[in-house]
């Protein structure tokens, strides 16, 4: 735990400093809501805006939409990556950023610090996800959190027995070799990561986004020698769930979103987490700094934090609510019990997406770690 | 004359060239380590990164090759049925048939590459499966022979244009000279038409092999895990990584100078 609060102290202290050198933070917050524009341009996850179009039960949009004036318009970022890229265009005023996005956000200065007082909704969030380090820096809280969950293992159901470990991802006598399916992202490596933490203990790996030279080395030939049994790298949410319905791919890393799309198609699948610990993720609305939308983007953030809609958005993508009270009013009762809401000790062995960094974010000073820039370039590698 | 080029030379100088130069420049440029933003702090990483891996070299060998293969695919295709059309068919079904295989220009690309994605899709024992394995059980599936074919069909119509337009110019006293010298059909072919036609082939070569080296979306409709050098331009952008996927990007620029710089020795320009 320790070492853990001097991460957070280190990646929070280098923010700061950044801040303080460049004076590029987001500016000040917002103090007074006004009137809504009529419109608010969202990033989000494939899942995090619904108005009914995917499935008319399905709609959290509208009755904001309806009681505010705010019209919503969405634009699905398929990565981390990309989401950051699509907010440095500044034509979005809203975005529900994973921890391998915040602090890049934060550190540019591309959104800006929220005042909480303007989001009622916000006092009956879990206090387990509020003032993280991927959401507040400095005491200075930039977004209110959304949700957070782990990555899953979609398996066909008439490929044979339901898999459990992510070793069927990698070893090369999979029984699934040929028909895999991997997330097409940088941030992908961590995955590797918890497999050599499952089979090759000597390298010593705590934490799969701290990873030195030699570990970093032994991920990427982890991925190398995956690499002749993945019939499929997926960087658009529709690839895989296409590949899953056409049953050219048997078994994969999913989210459960993309598990409820191809099921309503027909496919014959279904979603396990494997036992070794997953990566996850755990997201938070950020308002941008050139918002031209702000007080809308008050809005919705405050809307999307609102037990009703956060229990239907936590239900559609398969997720843990950040909303205390959306746990009584999910369509399924067990919703919370099953992705573990209040369970912290489940989400102890998730490893939420985060940026890698030099400074490594297990508290190891005697290394330096593999930044998040060489994640990039070897990914690139990897897959070119 | 001149005031009537000058605008569009103007155009062309500062919104083609000038984007290109400053393509270049940036790939000079470094991220901030922290915040992942470009600054204009000048360093040579991202091109040492983009021409000194062994990866990027047999990337850009293979992108070459897909662009070659694709030329190589058309030409063949263009060939006998540009001849036919310029020689053999009656003039009343002349137009038809040109009309006919330009036809696909007027559909969409992303339609078309969906539509092979269609035929193409591999299934698996579980069952699924495109129109190929439909008709004769068997599909290449998603990969580089899907992505050859998909490409030869979408650029297909440019080097049929060219080839028939070669055709087109040749002068029939030619053949018939060939013919009252002894010449067989297959000797006139190679001797009197190839060589003729030889600029029209470079004019039409440099649509289908430029339009397939700079490709990624196919690749990603029916590539599978199939990567060419558009692909990794695209991937260093939305890193994002702006620097390195301009340094990427001299690769096709420096390749496709001197695919020209060939081409235009072989009198594709005097053809266009």
């Given at each position: 735990?320790?070492?853990?609060?001097?991460?957070?102290?280190?990646?929070?202290?280098?923010?700061?400093?950044?801040?303080?050198?460049?004076?590029?933070?987001?500016?000040?917050?917002?103090?007074?809501?006004?009137?809504?524009?009529?419109?608010?341009?969202?990033?989000?996850?494939?899942?995090?805006?619904?108005?009914?179009?995917?499935?008319?039960?399905?709609?959290?949009?509208?009755?904001?939409?309806?009681?505010?004036?705010?019209?919503?318009?969405?634009?699905?970022?398929?990565?981390?990556?990309?989401?950051?890229?699509?907010?440095?265009?500044?034509?979005?005023?809203?975005?529900?950023?994973?921890?391998?996005?915040?602090?890049?956000?934060?550190?540019?200065?591309?959104?800006?610090?929220?005042?909480?007082?303007?989001?009622?909704?916000?006092?009956?969030?879990?206090?387990?996800?509020?003032?993280?380090?991927?959401?507040?820096?400095?005491?200075?809280?930039?977004?209110?959190?959304?949700?957070?969950?782990?990555?899953?293992?979609?398996?066909?159901?008439?490929?044979?027995?339901?898999?459990?470990?992510?070793?069927?991802?990698?070893?090369?006598?999979?029984?699934?070799?040929?028909?895999?399916?991997?997330?097409?992202?940088?941030?992908?490596?961590?995955?590797?990561?918890?497999?050599?933490?499952?089979?090759?203990?000597?390298?010593?790996?705590?934490?799969?986004?701290?990873?030195?030279?030699?570990?970093?080395?032994?991920?990427?030939?982890?991925?190398?020698?995956?690499?002749?049994?993945?019939?499929?790298?997926?960087?658009?949410?529709?690839?895989?769930?296409?590949?899953?319905?056409?049953?050219?791919?048997?078994?994969?890393?999913?989210?459960?979103?993309?598990?409820?799309?191809?099921?309503?198609?027909?496919?014959?699948?279904?979603?396990?987490?494997?036992?070794?610990?997953?990566?996850?993720?755990?997201?938070?609305?950020?308002?941008?700094?050139?918002?031209?939308?702000?007080?809308?983007?008050?809005?919705?953030?405050?809307?999307?934090?609102?037990?009703?809609?956060?229990?239907?958005?936590?239900?559609?993508?398969?997720?843990?609510?950040?909303?205390?009270?959306?746990?009584?009013?999910?369509?399924?009762?067990?919703?919370?019990?099953?992705?573990?809401?209040?369970?912290?000790?489940?989400?102890?062995?998730?490893?939420?997406?985060?940026?890698?960094?030099?400074?490594?974010?297990?508290?190891?000073?005697?290394?330096?770690?593999?930044?998040?820039?060489?994640?990039?370039?070897?990914?690139?590698?990897?897959?070119? | 004359?001149?005031?009537?080029?000058?605008?569009?030379?103007?155009?062309?100088?500062?919104?083609?060239?000038?984007?290109?130069?400053?393509?270049?420049?940036?790939?000079?440029?470094?991220?901030?380590?922290?915040?992942?933003?470009?600054?204009?702090?000048?360093?040579?990483?991202?091109?040492?990164?983009?021409?000194?891996?062994?990866?990027?070299?047999?990337?850009?060998?293979?992108?070459?090759?897909?662009?070659?293969?694709?030329?190589?695919?058309?030409?063949?295709?263009a060939?006998?049925?540009a001849?036919?059309?310029?020689?053999?068919?009656?003039?009343?079904?002349?137009?038809?048939?040109i009309?006919?295989m330009l036809?696909?220009l007027?559909?969409?690309?992303?339609?078309?590459?969906?539509?092979?994605?269609?035929?193409?899709?591999?299934?698996?024992?579980?069952?699924?499966?495109?129109?190929?394995?439909?008709?004769?059980?068997?599909?290449?599936?998603?990969?580089?022979?899907?992505?050859?074919?998909?490409?030869?069909?979408?650029?297909?119509p440019y080097m049929l244009l060219s080839v028939y337009a070669?055709?087109?110019?040749?002068?029939?006293?030619?053949?018939?000279?060939?013919?009252?010298?002894?010449?067989?059909?297959?000797?006139?072919?190679?001797?009197?038409?190839?060589?003729?036609?030889?600029?029209s082939?470079?004019a039409g070569?440099?649509f289908?092999?430029?339009?397939?080296?700079?490709?990624?979306?196919?690749?990603?409709?029916?590539?599978?895990?199939?990567?060419?050098?558009?692909?990794?331009?695209?991937?260093?952008?939305?890193?994002?990584?702006?620097?390195?996927?301009?340094?990427?990007?001299?690769?096709?620029?420096?390749?496709?100078?001197?695919?020209?710089?060939?081409?235009?020795?072989?009198?594709?320009?005097?053809?266009?």
């Amino acid at each position: 735990m320790n070492k853990r609060v001097r991460t957070i102290l280190a990646v929070v202290s280098g923010v700061a400093l950044l801040g303080a050198c460049g004076g590029d933070d987001g500016g000040d917050a917002m103090s007074e809501l006004g009137d809504g524009e009529g419109q608010v341009n969202l990033v989000a996850w494939a899942g995090y805006v619904e108005d009914g179009s995917t499935d008319p039960a399905v709609d959290w949009v509208s009755d904001f939409e309806a009681a505010t004036g705010c019209e919503v318009n969405v634009k699905i970022g398929n990565s981390s990556d990309e989401m950051v890229e699509l907010m440095r265009s500044g034509e979005y005023d809203a975005v529900s950023a994973s921890g391998d996005a915040t602090l890049r956000l934060i550190a540019a200065g591309d959104v800006a610090p929220v005042n909480l007082d303007l989001i009622p909704n916000y006092a009956d969030v879990f206090e387990g996800l509020k003032d993280k380090p991927w959401n507040t820096v400095d005491g200075t809280p930039y977004g209110v959190p959304h949700g957070r969950g782990a990555n899953l293992l979609v398996y066909n159901t008439e490929a044979g027995a339901a898999p459990s470990s992510i070793v069927d991802m990698f070893s090369p006598e999979s029984p699934y070799a040929g028909k895999i399916s991997v997330y097409d992202a940088p941030i992908y490596i961590a995955d590797a990561a918890i497999y050599l933490m499952a089979t090759q203990p000597e390298l010593g790996i705590t934490n799969p986004y701290a990873l030195d030279q030699t570990q970093f080395d032994a991920a990427i030939a982890a991925l190398e020698a995956q690499k002749p049994i993945v019939g499929q790298y997926w960087a658009l949410y529709t690839d895989q769930q296409a590949a899953l319905e056409a049953g050219s791919v048997t078994l994969g890393t999913t989210w459960q979103v993309i598990v409820n799309l191809a099921k309503g198609n027909g496919a014959k699948i279904d979603a396990t987490l494997h036992s070794e610990g997953a990566t996850g993720w755990s997201d938070t609305w950020m308002i941008s700094s050139k918002a031209k939308h702000p007080n809308c983007a008050y809005m919705w953030l405050d809307h999307i934090i609102s037990p009703q809609a956060n229990a239907g958005v936590a239900e559609w993508f398969g997720e843990a609510p950040s909303n205390a009270k959306s746990c009584a009013l999910t369509a399924n009762p067990d919703h919370c019990t099953l992705f573990h809401a209040e369970d912290e000790d489940y989400f102890s062995n998730v490893y939420y997406w985060t940026t890698p960094t030099k400074e490594c974010l297990d508290g190891r000073t005697d290394v330096e770690c593999v930044p998040f820039s060489e994640w990039v370039n070897a990914w690139n590698k990897l897959r070119a | 004359m001149i005031g009537l080029l000058g605008a569009p030379l103007a155009w062309l100088l500062v919104v083609y060239v000038g984007s290109l130069a400053l393509l270049v420049v940036s790939a000079f440029f470094s991220l901030d380590e922290l915040s992942g933003r470009v600054t204009t702090d000048p360093t040579l990483d991202n091109v040492a990164e983009a021409f000194g891996e062994s990866a990027y070299w047999s990337l850009v060998a293979r992108s070459v090759g897909v662009a070659a293969a694709v030329t190589v695919a058309c030409l063949a295709l263009a060939l006998p049925s540009a001849y036919y059309v310029s020689r053999l068919a009656r003039p009343w079904a002349k137009r038809g048939l040109i009309v006919a295989m330009l036809l696909p220009l007027w559909a969409g690309y992303l339609v078309k590459a969906f539509g092979l994605r269609a035929i193409f899709e591999p299934g698996s024992e579980v069952g699924g499966g495109g129109l190929l394995r439909a008709l004769v059980g068997w599909s290449p599936g998603f990969g580089y022979a899907a992505v050859i074919a998909t490409l030869a069909y979408l650029w297909y119509p440019y080097m049929l244009l060219s080839v028939y337009a070669g055709f087109e110019r040749l002068p029939e006293s030619l053949l018939d000279a060939s013919a009252d010298l002894g010449a067989g059909s297959l000797r006139t072919f190679r001797s009197v038409v190839m060589p003729m036609l030889v600029p029209s082939i470079a004019a039409g070569s440099i649509f289908t092999f430029s339009l397939s080296l700079g490709d990624y979306i196919t690749v990603k409709i029916v590539g599978g895990t199939a990567q060419l050098i558009g692909n990794i331009i695209e991937r260093a952008l939305l890193a994002p990584n702006q620097p390195l996927a301009a340094a990427f990007t001299i690769w096709p620029i420096g390749i496709m100078i001197a695919y020209l710089s060939v081409m235009g020795r072989l009198g594709a320009f005097e053809n266009l």
